[in-house]
């Protein structure tokens, strides 16, 4: 052993300050999605649980409408037209294909997560 440690420190500081950044940049961007779409919303005149669905989908990003009613403790026809709003404001997408069972996302945010 050398006893050389300073090259392995720089590198491995150098390593964790770049992922740090990277965080970063992602937080500000989903903070940044999360504040346009709530800008939608409110241009659109949606409010309700639709707006709470928004509110939470940087920690949920994908959900299914029995899942949301039971989250927000609101009734599953609710549910449905808030995501449907959601769906026609481009903030969430449909990704089975189905008529039942179907799961929902809001792509955008996936795309941020997901970002190398």
Do not use: C
């Amino acid at each position: 052993m050398t006893g050389k440690f300073d090259p392995w420190i720089r590198f491995f500081s150098e390593a964790v300050r770049a992922q740090a950044v990277l965080a970063v940049d992602r937080i500000d961007a989903l903070l940044d999605w999360k504040q346009h779409a709530l800008d939608r919303l409110r241009e659109a005149n949606v409010r309700g649980v639709a707006a709470r669905i928004v509110e939470d989908l940087i920690g949920y990003p994908m959900l299914t409408p029995t899942t949301a009613a039971q989250m927000y403790s609101v009734s599953y026809p609710a549910v449905n037209t808030a995501i449907r709003r959601l769906e026609h404001l481009g903030i969430l997408q449909e990704r089975t294909g189905r008529r039942y069972a179907r799961v929902f996302a809001a792509k955008d945010v996936l795309r941020i997560i997901d970002a190398r």
